[in-house]
């Protein structure tokens, strides 16, 4: 089986615990305005990305794997290979590698589930909370993405939800108390920064947060009980 893939690193201390080898695969169906990868996002594979098999993506794991805490899959939305996804989370799993997922959280269920019973968790992007301004940032709809954390959060394999704070465009204090709500307080939450390098003209009206507007978010997660909490 034959996968589109945009890029390898090789060492990543950000992309899960440890130091992990992340394959970022091509395509996205999210059109964020914000996206610091916009270059994962066309869905024309062929042209925008290099093929690998899956021996072949095994085979270059290996090479690494003395070093490694773990592989990452992530994009562009790696869910949408979800076929090639599925035969490399098996084929990394018989070898006893430790498996994430990044995802903006937009698959089916079905999908999410096939690959939980190889992946040891799921990464996902809770952009905004707020539909309407989820469409906004994204140009598509949030409604997976919420069921998909339950679904996920139930099956114990939801390792970190993240979100990129973006003042009047995510509000990211009403995620964090649907997700208290929801009752997810063991859940590591990750608040991301945004920044405005490496953008497209799109994302001209954002405007980042100051370093006291993350403090003030965290301060209001660990105030609701989240044990974990990470501003970067
Ligand atoms: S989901 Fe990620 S890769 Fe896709 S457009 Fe948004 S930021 Fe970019």
């Given at each position: 089986?034959?996968?589109?893939?945009?890029?390898?690193?090789?060492?990543s201390?950000v992309d899960g615990p440890g130091?992990r080898?992340v394959i970022f695969?091509?395509?996205?169906?999210?059109?964020?305005?914000?996206?610091?990868?916009?270059?994962?996002?066309?869905?024309?594979?062929?042209?925008?990305?290099?093929?690998?098999?899956?021996?072949?993506?095994?085979?270059?794991?290996?090479?690494?794997?003395?070093?490694?805490?773990g592989v990452t899959f992530s994009g562009?939305e790696c869910t949408?290979?979800?076929?090639?996804?599925?035969?490399?989370?098996?084929?990394?799993?018989?070898?006893?590698?430790h498996i994430l997922i990044d995802s903006n959280g937009s698959a089916?269920?079905?999908?999410l589930?096939?690959l939980a019973?190889?992946a040891d968790g799921f990464m996902i992007d809770l952009k905004?909370?707020?539909?309407?301004?989820?469409?906004?940032?994204?140009?598509?709809?949030?409604?997976?993405v919420?069921?998909n954390i339950?679904?996920l959060a139930?099956?114990?394999k939801l390792h970190e939800v993240r979100m990129v704070?973006?003042?009047?465009?995510?509000?990211?204090?009403?995620?964090?108390?649907?997700?208290?709500?929801?009752?997810l307080?063991?859940i590591p939450i990750k608040l991301i920064?945004?920044?405005?390098?490496?953008?497209?003209?799109?994302?001209?009206?954002?405007?980042?947060?100051?370093?006291?507007?993350?403090?003030?978010?965290?301060?209001?997660?660990?105030?609701?009980?989240?044990?974990k909490?990470t501003?970067v």
């Open positions: 089986m034959i996968g589109y893939v945009r890029n390898i690193i090789t060492h201390a130091n080898l695969l091509q395509g996205c169906n999210f059109n964020c305005r914000y996206c610091h990868n916009p270059e994962t996002i066309p869905r024309d594979w062929e042209n925008s990305s290099f093929q690998m098999a899956v021996s072949d993506l095994v085979d270059e794991v290996g090479k690494y794997i003395d070093y490694l805490s562009g949408l290979q979800s076929a090639f996804l599925l035969a490399c989370c098996r084929a990394l799993k018989e070898r006893g590698i089916s269920k079905e999908t589930l096939s019973a190889y905004a909370f707020s539909g309407h301004l989820h469409k906004v940032l994204t140009d598509a709809g949030n409604a997976h919420l069921a339950l679904v139930q099956y114990g704070v973006v003042p009047d465009f995510a509000d990211t204090r009403e995620s964090i108390t649907w997700l208290a709500d929801q009752h307080l063991h920064k945004y920044r405005a390098h490496g953008v497209t003209d799109r994302a001209k009206a954002l405007v980042p947060p100051t370093d006291d507007e993350m403090q003030v978010l965290k301060a209001y997660a660990e105030k609701m009980g989240f044990h909490v501003v």
